[in-house]
Structures are given as C-alpha cells and as structure tokens.
Nanobody, 123 residues
C-alpha cells in the first residue's frame, strides 16, 4: 500500500498563494491516480482536484477551477497542488489521496490517505 506525506501548508493572507506537496512511497506508486481533498472544521471532507496516472486527465471541484492547479512528478513520486488567489473559505486541512483512477478518486474511492496539512487563509 502506498504511503503519503503532505507538506507545504501554512498561514497566508487573502489573495496569496501556497504550493502543497505530497510525496508517495511504496510499491508501484506511479500506478495510482493522485488527488487532494480538504476538510474545514465541522464540515465533510470535500474533493479538490485529481490527476490521473501519466498526467493525462485532471478534474477539479468548481471551487478550485481557475485558481488551483494539480500536477505530478513521477520521477520524484510527488504530486503538487498550486493554490492561487486564496480566500478565507479555502481554510481547511488538506489531504493527499491515492486511488485506482481519476474518476475513482473524484468519487471518494480512496486506497490511501495522507495525514493532512493545515492551510489557513487570513482575511
């Protein structure tokens, strides 16, 4: 089973940017679609973005489109989430996730989760 470790969270002002990283380890890590979810206090964990094996397909939540970009570097076993124009509503714990396909991850069929990284956007 793949293990996932996130980094890059922090405190940023409204309008600022952050780049989250998720490094995967374990067998056949490049065979997974990789995604990001987020969970704000008192709310459910929501889908943010996903990228397929081989980086051929990406899906974004409506709230992420135009502001967030997901990418992956298979040589480094790392997936990134570049977040621009951040808003206080983006404040949440962000989780990296691995699954069998982009559609599976988008639907919440997750094989492995990271431990999460906190993103706080101040107004």
């Amino acid at each position: 089973q793949v293990q996932l470790v996130e980094s890059g969270g922090g405190l940023v002002q409204t309008g600022g940017s952050l780049r989250l990283s998720c490094t995967a380890s374990g067998p056949t890590t490049n065979n997974y679609a990789m995604g990001w979810f987020r969970q704000a206090p008192g709310k459910e964990r929501d889908f943010v973005a996903v990228i397929s094996k081989g980086s051929t397909i990406t899906y974004y939540a409506d709230s992420s489109k135009g502001r967030f970009t997901i990418s992956r570097d298979d040589a480094e076993n790392t997936v990134y989430l570049q977040m621009n124009s951040l808003e206080p509503e983006d404040t949440a714990v962000y989780y990296c996730a691995a699954g069998g396909s982009a559609r599976a991850v988008q639907s919440g069929a997750i094989a492995s989760w990271g431990q999460g990284t906190q993103v706080t956007v101040s107004s």
